[in-house]
């Protein structure tokens, strides 16, 4: 039975949850505002009073995302050793982001995507990390950090979108263990390659002098 309730602050925030998992499942275009008033226990009337249409609600789904991004960013490791694994492990957690942007995909191709400009904002800020790191000596600096940002984002949240690929590589599931174990393994691995090598102390030292 679909009812109201009177406390704004739990009736918007049912809202979105149902609202994050219907279009999680069925993308922007094939989202319901039926089936999100229903899972919500909310009428239709009530839902656009909150948040007035479909893309307004689809536009406050991607908000909580850009928030969470900033929050990575903010919590994100400098070095790239930690880097890699600690991506792989929020990604691991975000199962329906991962989802909507699959679908976003599919559906938007080449056109421009909903609150574009809103979310680009995590995006340069975790390049300007990038770069703060690359300066510090953490990052190899011939690295485009734009292109470096999308690189990595492909090595920790492409097995996450194709498990079946995973599958077909490793054998394993990317919900196994072992699977998860040896991907950090080989994530912490990597990054130690994207590392400047610090030069051979005898080379930083200058030519050797013969004494007598």
């Known amino acids: 039975m679909v009812t109201s309730s009177r406390d704004p602050l739990r009736t918007r925030v049912r809202i979105l949850r149902a609202a994050r998992r219907e279009f999680a ?16 226990s909310v009428n ?7 948040f007035g249409n479909k893309e307004a609600l689809f536009r406050a789904i991607l908000r909580e995302g850009i928030a969470t991004n900033l929050d990575l960013v903010a919590a994100a490791p400098a070095d790239a050793v ?19 942007l ?8 080449d056109r421009k995507p909903i609150a574009e400009e809103e979310r680009r ?14 300066r510090a000596g953490l990052f190899h600096g011939d690295l485009d950090p734009e292109y470096l ?31 998860q174990r040896r991907q950090t393994r080989f994530l912490r691995r990597l990054g130690a390659c994207l590392r400047p090598q610090a030069p051979d102390r005898e080379q930083s030292l200058g030519p050797k002098e013969n004494h007598p």
């Open 25 to 40: 499942r069925k993308g922007f275009a094939g989202a319901r505002v039926d089936a999100i008033a229903r899972a919500a």
């Open 82 to 100: 930690d880097l890699l694994p600690f991506l792989f492990e929020r990604a691991s957690k975000r199962g329906e982001g991962i989802r909507l």
């Open 149 to 179: 940002v999308l690189s990595l984002m492909a090595l920790t949240v492409f097995p996450l979108a194709f498990p079946q690929l995973v599958r077909m590589v490793t054998g394993a599931r990317v919900s196994d263990t072992e699977f």
């Open 44 to 50: 239709k009337r009530m839902l656009y009073h909150y």
């Open 121 to 134: 904002k995590a995006w340069v800020e975790g390049t300007e990390r990038l770069r703060g790191a690359q």
């Open 102 to 109: 699959q679908w976003e995909a599919l559906g938007s191709g």
